[in-house]
């Protein structure tokens, strides 16, 4: 079983950056997938996910509106859109099986900085 985020990178506030998780070794098409965050000195904290045919989504409050989850199952991709971006979403991504980042592989940093 394998989760490799991929895609960020540094971006200025209110910029725009597409991260991308490709999953191997399970089911994908199957389960229920999550986007988790951990900024610098804390704890797993999550952000967004979906279901495994895509038709029920769920946000943290403070991305609703500005970031999209979206999935290919038949790529075994998950994506997470993020728009209007703030000092504060600065943090390593992560794909993971639940709310609290259980199983989660590889990580990609965002960080918003002017």
């Known amino acids: 079983v394998q989760l490799q985020a991929s895609g960020g990178g540094l971006v200025q506030p209110g910029g725009s950056l597409r991260i991308s998780c490709v999953a191997s070794?399970?089911?994908?098409?199957?389960?229920?997938m999550y986007w988790v965050r951990q900024a610098p000195g804390k704890g797993i904290d999550y952000v967004s996910s979906?279901?495994?045919?895509?038709?029920?989504?769920g946000y943290k409050d403070s991305v609703q509106g500005r970031f999209t989850i979206s999935r290919d199952n038949a790529k075994n991709t998950l994506y997470l859109q993020m728009t209007n971006l703030k000092p504060e979403d600065t943090a390593i991504y992560y794909c993971?099986?639940?709310?609290?980042?259980?199983?989660r592989g590889q990580g990609t940093q965002v960080t918003v900085s002017s």
């Open positions: 979906m279901a495994p045919d895509g038709d029920s989504t």
């Open positions: 993971a099986f639940d709310s609290r980042g259980g199983g």
């Open positions: 070794g399970f089911s994908f098409s199957t389960r229920y």
